[in-house]
Nanobody
Framework: QAQLEEIGGGLVQTGDSLTLSCEVA????????IAWFRQAPGKEREEISC????????SYAASVRGRFTVSRDTAKDTVYLQMESLQPNDTGDYYC??????????????????WGQGTQVTVSS
């Protein structure tokens, strides 16, 4: 059974940096792309980044491009989201999602029950 655990959220100030971790278990990590999502208060969950299984492709939403960097450590089965120059509108709950190797599709086994608890990021002005 796949388990993805998001770690590293907290309360920071505008302009600060923070790095989130997505620890993956129960999956063939080297065969999975991993996407990061953010859900701001009262809004839909939105995809902000994805990294392919072999790190050949990294994608970013326009709202975070140039400030956020996604990376992965195969030895630790962990994907990181390094966030810099944080702004109040970066506030939200952050989640990771397993993807097919190229990040294009969600695996057929992924369901609403597959999501982790998320980690909360609050950026004060």
């Amino acid at each position: 059974q796949a388990q993805l655990e998001e770690i590293g959220g907290g309360l920071v100030q505008t302009g600060d940096s923070l790095t989130l971790s997505c620890e993956v278990a129960g999956l063939a990590f080297s065969r999975c792309g991993i996407a990061w999502f953010r859900q701001a208060p009262g809004k839909e969950r939105e995809e902000i980044s994805c990294i392919s299984n072999n790190d050949s492709n990294r994608s970013y939403a326009a709202s975070v491009r140039g400030r956020f960097t996604v990376s992965r450590d195969t030895a630790k089965d962990t994907v990181y989201l390094q966030m810099e120059s944080l702004q109040p509108n970066d506030t939200g709950d952050y989640y990771c999602e397993a993807r097919e190797p190229d990040c294009e599709l969600v695996p057929p086994w992924w369901s609403d029950q597959s999501w982790g608890q998320g980690t909360q990021v609050t950026v004060s002005s």
